[in-house]
């Protein structure tokens, strides 16, 4: 199973590279932690269903032979959202006859499903030296913090916008003297998700613009843990 907090790994077999490219996919606007559990659960159920323990990610969506409404029920029964255009993205990367460990991000795009940030994050995290920019949400507000320009709120559609922001998150990671890789996971770890057994105040505040969830504290009062979502 993945775990969010080191997604980074450069030395991926083919299996791993699958794994984290429908990761990448799966967790675009939801919770990262979350999706390494629904992504975990939904290969098991295929490798049962199959009778395949040893089979790639790609080899077993490749066994529903196009099936969608198929792989958007085992993806909706496997706690994954957006279940339906996922089903058509993770069919389409089974097909397909990309090289995941050259590709480039431009190729990925041209998955239905897949913007310029997922294709862009699958990539910084799995090759040495890459130079992109995964523009989600959190990314953008922490720009707009430090230059005070008007910054999107949302990874943007246009690839000319796009690259613009990038060019701009690029030259503030050189500034701070870190790889774009290393950029990425600074602000990562900034908004991450706090540990169970951190106090309210200091999830408070580490965690600006977050989706709260309520859970009741042993004291009866309503504490309100956070969840990061790579939007």
Not at 89 to 111: G, R
Request: glycine fraction near 4%; hydrophobic fraction near 40%.
């Amino acid at each position: 199973m993945i775990n969010p907090d080191r997604i980074r790994k450069h030395d991926c077999t083919i299996a791993e590279l699958q794994e984290r490219l429908f990761f990448w996919v799966l967790a675009a606007g939801h919770s990262a932690h979350t999706v390494s559990r629904t992504l975990y659960s939904f290969l098991d159920v295929c490798a049962c269903r199959w009778k395949m323990p040893n089979a790639t990610p790609f080899e077993l969506v490749r066994q529903f032979n196009g099936n969608l409404p198929a792989i958007a029920e085992v993806l909706k029964n496997t706690g994954n959202g957006c279940y339906l255009q996922r089903a058509i993205t993770l069919n389409w990367l089974a097909n397909s006859t990309l090289n995941l460990a050259t590709c480039h991000p431009d190729e990925l795009v041209e998955c239905p499903g897949i913007n310029y940030k997922t294709a862009r994050g699958f990539v910084l995290y799995s090759r040495p030296l890459q130079n992109y920019a995964v523009l989600d949400r959190h990314v953008l507000r922490w720009m707009q913090m430090q230059t005070r320009k008007l910054v999107p709120t949302s990874s943007p559609s246009s690839y000319t916008q796009y690259r613009y922001y990038e060019d701009m998150a690029l030259a503030m990671a050189a500034k701070a003297r870190l790889t774009p890789v290393a950029f990425d996971e600074m602000i990562w770890r900034k908004y991450r998700t706090p540990k169970k057994n951190a106090n309210a105040t200091s999830a408070k505040q580490s965690t600006p613009r977050i989706i709260p969830v309520s859970k009741k504290s042993s004291g009866g009062k309503t504490v309100r843990p956070t969840m990061l979502h790579r939007v």
